[in-house]
């Protein structure tokens, strides 16, 4: 009458107890060490989900199936997450002090050194430019661009991504004392201007029709990114930044730990091809931090020493963290030193530079 119960447990594979073993490595990272809990958190848990067999989670129809071919795999969420971000970001010390821009600029070759490596080791260019983009420490454009161009490393360079983001307080400032002096460091730049709420509610509208014009692909990123910004300086849109900030990139976070976990299977997470993203992501990172710190050297000799060098470091996207290590670095040097605003206009410059520099990749691949 009824069929003999079937469980799990003589199925399960040993890639599944492995990477069972990865995810609880996920939970405890973002549980008991608290870092990046938000993403790393749902991640690990329906990395279990999706290694649990007979479930029928992943298979066509399951929830997390749908979750990452209709949210993910399209980029919706990471996009959302792009308006949430937006939302958040104050733009007045890159107003204030435009140069800094070229330091969150220069700082994206890291991207471009870190696809070369990765052509040269046997990874495809469409792979390469992904494992690359890691190089932004910037993880929804991370996700964009994997979702686009290689959805078969969606795993692994998600958790690249996001776990050398939340490792830069560990990453950054041994750069840092390696490619500037003491001196160096020990510069106080002049007090930042005062920047008016008229440049700040221009300042959105002006990029998203300025990078629209010169790196279109780039508009999906940017736009989200802009309009949520718009949303926190506009002084009449309280309501949605709220929203978009809160409800939003709360809900998207969710569905994006979710839509990754789907790809991080044992077959397709387990390979020595995970191993050399891993380490390639690290070099990415490393390269871009190296950039922005050379960039930081040549703005300090040209401004006659009144730059501060190390700032050139806060150029990669992880914000605000890269900035506030700056920051640190400096009251540690020369306690008094406040280094944090100056330091978040080549973060904020990051964002954007991130952003474009994966709307070129785009423009050239996709």
């Known amino acids: 009458m009824f069929g003999m119960f079937e469980t799990g447990i003589e199925d399960i594979t040993l890639g599944q107890i492995i990477m069972l073993c990865i995810a609880s490595v996920l939970l405890y990272l973002a549980i008991v060490k608290n870092i990046e809990p938000f993403l790393l958190g749902p991640m690990g848990f329906a990395a279990i989900l999706a290694n649990l067999p007979l479930t029928g ?11 990452y071919h209709y949210l993910i795999k399209t980029s919706i969420i990471p996009l959302f997450i792009f308006l949430g971000i937006g939302t958040m970001m104050d733009f007045s010390p890159l107003l204030a002090n435009p140069i800094t821009f070229l330091l969150g600029a220069v700082a994206q070759f890291g991207i471009f050194i870190a696809l070369g490596v990765s052509v040269m080791i046997g990874f495809s260019l469409d792979q390469s430019a992904t494992i690359g983009i890691i ?32 490792l830069v307080p560990l990453i950054q400032p041994p750069l840092i004392k390696l490619m500037t002096t003491k001196e160096q460091r020990c510069i106080q730049m002049k007090k930042l201007r005062e920047v008016s709420n008229t440049e700040k509610v221009i300042f959105p509208i002006a990029v998203t029709i300025i990078v629209g014009m010169i790196v279109p692909s780039a508009v999906p990123l940017i736009g989200m990114l802009m309009i949520g910004n718009l949303f926190r300086v506009s002084g009449v849109m309280d309501r949605l930044s709220k929203t978009g900030g809160n409800e939003i990139m709360n809900i998207a976070t969710i569905l994006l730990g979710i839509g990754v976990g789907f790809m ?27 950039c922005g710190l050379i960039f930081g050297q040549v703005m300090w000799k040209l401004s006659g020493g009144k730059i501060n060098p190390m700032i050139g470091s806060a150029g990669v996207s992880a914000m605000p963290m890269a900035a506030r290590v700056v920051a640190k670095q400096a009251a540690k040097d020369r306690p008094g030193n406040i280094m ?9 410059a990051g964002q954007i530079g991130s952003a474009c520099a994966a709307g070129i990749i785009l423009g050239l691949l996709a």
Request: hydrophobic content about 55%.
């Open 340 to 348: 944090i605003m100056h330091a978040m206009g080549p973060n904020v």
């Open 264 to 290: 991080m299977t044992a077959s397709l997470f387990i390979n020595i091809d995970t191993f050399k993203i891993l380490l390639l992501g690290l070099f990415a990172f490393i390269a871009a931090i190296a």
């Open 57 to 67: 989670s992943t298979d066509p129809g399951g929830f997390m199936y749908i979750i």
């Open 135 to 166: 190089g932004g420490a910037d993880g929804p454009t991370t996700i964009y661009i994997a979702s686009k161009l290689a959805p078969e490393i969606l795993g692994p360079v998600t958790v690249a991504a996001y776990s050398y983001m939340a």
